[in-house]
C-alpha cells in the first residue's frame, strides 16, 4: 500500500522534473525525498486541497501560513535551496493536462484531500471596489499599514522608515538605524533642502514620518507629509509634540491627489509609488509635477520588477501583503515621469543596499517571534516571515530593484535648481 508521501512524490515527479527537491513528512508520518534536503511537513490532507484549487505559489502560501505545511530550520535557505534545484533543472510553469488534473484528483479523493475550495486565510487581504478608486486604495493600505503602530515598532529602526536604507559603512558598530539616517540625509540633499532652512517640502505617501521628522529637524523645512493611514498620522503627531516639532510639521490624512495647497519647493515620495497602480502612474505623477515649483526638484524611491514578472509582486504579495500593487522596470518609470513633464537627472540604484536592510528587519523579526506572535497571532506572525525571506531573496537574486529618481520641473526657460557639477550625494 502506498502512503501520503510516496503518492505525492509520484504524482509530482513530472512536475519537479524528477526527485523531490525537499524531504517531506505526510500528515500520516510517511516521508519521501532526499533525506539531506530541507524538511516540509505536511501537516494536513488541507494542504493539496488548497494546491488542487490554487496551484503554485498561492495554494503553497495559504497552506504555510495556516501551518498545514511548515518547514524546519531555517525558511530561507529551504527556499533557496528549491529555487537552486528549479534553475538547475529548467524549470518553467507547467500546465497540468486534463488527464494530469484527472489524476490528481483521484489522489486527492484517495488521501481524503478532495473537496470544495476551503475558505482564504484571515490574513489574507479582502478589497473590494473599483481598481484605485479611493475608497479601495484606502483599504488597500490600511490592510498593510494598519497593521498596528507596535508591530511595525518591534520589526524596523527607531526611525521607523519603511523603505530601503542607504548603507556607507561596513563597520559592525554601523546600524541600520545609521543607515537610515543616511538615506533620509541622502534625500533632503538631494530635493535641495540644504540650501536653505525654511523650504515648503511635500512628503508624499510619509509612513511613520521618517522623512518629515528628519527634513524638519535636521534641515529646518516646513513639512506637510501626506498619508492615508490614520495608524500613521497617529504615531507621528505624537513624535511630532515630542521633539517640539509643532511648528514645523503637519501630517494629513490625505490622498496625493487631493493636496490643495501646491506648489511646494521640494517633494519626495519614498516607495509609494508601486502603490498607485498602472494605470493612475501618470496621474500620480501629474500630482509631483503639479506640487513642484518651476525649477524644482522631486525624488521618487521605487521598487522595480522585470517586464513581465509579476508586476504585482507574485500571487502571495498580491493576496497577503500589498493587494493592488504594480511595479515594472526602472527605464519603464523614468519614461512614465519624462512623460508626466518632469525631467530626469539622476538614477541611483540600490538594490544591494535592500537586501542588507531586509536582513536586519529578518533577524530583529525572529529574535522578536514570540513577542510579535502574542500581538498579531501566529497566522500573520507567519505571513510576515515568508514576506520578508521571500523578498529579501528576490532583491538579493535580481528579481526585484529599488531606485531613487530624482527629477526636476523644469520652469518657462528651462532652468533648474540642479547644479552643474553632481554632487557627491549620488556617489
Not at 243 to 253: M, S
Not at 365 to 378: I, M, P, Q, T
Amino acid at each position: 500500500m502506498s502512503t501520503v508521501a510516496r503518492t505525492l512524490a509520484d504524482l509530482l515527479a513530472p512536475v519537479v522534473g524528477g526527485e523531490l527537491p525537499v524531504h517531506i513528512t505526510a500528515w500520516d508520518g510517511s516521508t519521501a525525498g532526499p533525506e539531506d534536503a530541507p524538511h516540509v511537513r505536511l501537516t494536513s490532507p488541507n494542504v493539496l486541497r488548497r494546491l488542487l484549487w490554487s496551484p503554485g505559489e498561492l495554494g503553497a502560501a495559504q497552506a504555510y501560513v495556516t501551518g498545514e505545511l511548515d518547514v524546519d530550520g531555517d525558511l530561507g535557505e529551504a527556499l533557496t535551496h528549491v529555487w537552486a534545484v528549479v534553475r538547475s533543472r529548467g524549470l518553467t510553469m507547467v500546465r497540468p493536462t486534463p488527464a494530469k488534473v484527472l489524476e490528481l484528483v483521484r489522489a486527492a479523493r484517495s488521501l481524503g484531500a478532495f473537496g470544495r475550495p476551503l475558505p482564504a486565510p484571515s490574513s489574507q487581504a479582502q478589497v473590494k471596489g473599483r481598481l484605485h478608486s479611493l475608497s479601495r486604495d484606502r483599504a488597500a493600505i490600511s490592510h498593510h499599514y494598519d497593521l498596528s503602530n507596535e508591530f511595525y515598532e518591534m520589526v524596523l529602526d527607531p526611525n521607523m522608515a519603511y523603505s530601503s536604507a542607504y548603507w556607507t559603512s561596513d563597520s559592525p558598530d554601523y546600524t541600520l538605524e545609521d543607515a537610515q539616517r543616511d538615506k533620509l540625509d541622502m534625500v533632503c540633499r538631494k530635493v535641495g533642502l540644504d540650501q536653505r532652512r525654511g523650504m515648503r517640502f511635500l512628503d508624499v505617501g510619509c509612513g511613520w514620518g521618517s522623512l518629515s521628522l528628519h527634513a524638519a529637524a535636521e534641515f529646518g523645512a516646513q513639512v506637510v507629509g501626506v498619508t492615508i493611514s490614520r495608524e500613521q498620522k497617529a504615531f507621528i503627531d505624537k513624535r511630532i509634540a515630542d521633539r517640539g516639532l509643532t511648528d514645523l510639521v503637519e501630517i494629513r490624512i490625505q490622498d496625493y491627489r487631493e493636496v490643495p495647497d501646491g506648489p511646494f519647493e521640494a517633494v519626495a515620495s519614498l516607495e509609494m509609488g508601486e502603490h498607485v497602480g498602472q494605470k493612475n502612474y501618470p496621474v500620480y505623477v501629474k500630482a509631483l509635477h503639479d506640487n513642484i515649483v518651476p525649477g524644482g526638484r522631486v525624488l521618487i524611491q521605487q521598487m522595480s520588477r522585470k517586464a513581465g514578472d509579476h508586476p504585482g509582486g507574485g500571487p502571495f504579495i498580491e493576496s497577503f501583503i500589498a493587494p493592488d500593487m504594480f511595479m515594472r522596470p526602472v527605464g519603464e518609470t523614468v519614461a512614465m515621469i519624462e512623460e508626466g513633464g518632469l525631467e530626469v537627472r539622476d538614477v541611483h540604484a540600490m538594490r544591494e543596499h535592500y537586501v542588507r536592510t531586509v536582513d536586519v528587519w529578518y533577524d530583529t523579526f525572529e529574535k522578536r517571534w514570540n513577542d510579535l506572535v502574542a500581538l498579531v497571532g501566529e497566522e500573520v506572525a507567519r505571513v510576515w516571515r515568508l514576506y520578508l525571506v521571500g523578498g529579501g531573496m528576490a532583491f538579493r537574486d535580481g528579481r526585484m530593484g529599488v531606485d531613487q529618481i530624482l527629477s526636476v520641473r523644469p520652469d518657462s526657460e528651462g532652468h533648474t535648481s540642479m547644479p552643474p557639477v553632481r554632487p557627491s550625494w549620488s556617489a
